[in-house]
């Protein structure tokens, strides 16, 4: 029980409630193992990534607002499972998704490679930024068919 409190029990206040979109009266802090509370002291360049076929929805939003980044992405991979594979489950059409891990890692080489998310200085210029990048044909630039 004492590692179980320590490593995975996190405090939450009498005004603890949730919704479909937000989690409120949380101490992110709570837990050394929570990502929300760790992601306040991190504030090299972030990219936050949510699964459309898993439940990382308002976990990926929680943690992005969360961040103390001043780069920081919000992108939401349009299909993919919680371990990134095509939920096909989730499919209206065999194939609807596409190629989710290929769309994946193009779209986070296309974040690493923005040089216009960069300024001269090395510091951000496009930052705190959200976006939904789908696979409709393959897409991964975060543009149509992809919606941001």
């Known amino acids: 029980v004492r590692n179980y409190l320590l490593e995975q029990a996190i405090r939450v206040s ?6 479909a979109d937000s989690i409120t009266g949380v101490d992110w802090a709570s837990s050394y193992s929570s990502t929300p509370g760790n992601v306040t002291q991190i504030r090299v360049p972030t ?4 699964m459309t076929g898993g439940y990382e929805f308002l976990a990926a ?28 489950a ?30 001269k200085t090395g510091t951000a210029a496009g930052a705190g930024t959200a976006a939904r990048t789908g696979t409709g044909a393959g897409a991964a630039s975060g543009t149509a068919p992809a919606r941001q």
């Open 61 to 88: 939003e929680t943690i992005y607002h969360q961040s103390a980044a001043k780069d920081k992405r919000l992108a939401f991979i349009e299909g993919a499972s919680h371990m990134y594979d095509t939920c096909t």
């Open 14 to 19: 009498d005004h603890f409630s949730y919704g």
């Open 90 to 119: 989730c499919e209206s059409s065999p194939g609807q998704y596409g190629n989710t891990i290929k769309t994946l890692h193009d779209y986070v080489d296309q974040w690493l490679s923005d040089k216009a998310r960069l300024g």
């Open 47 to 50: 990219l936050v990534l949510g």
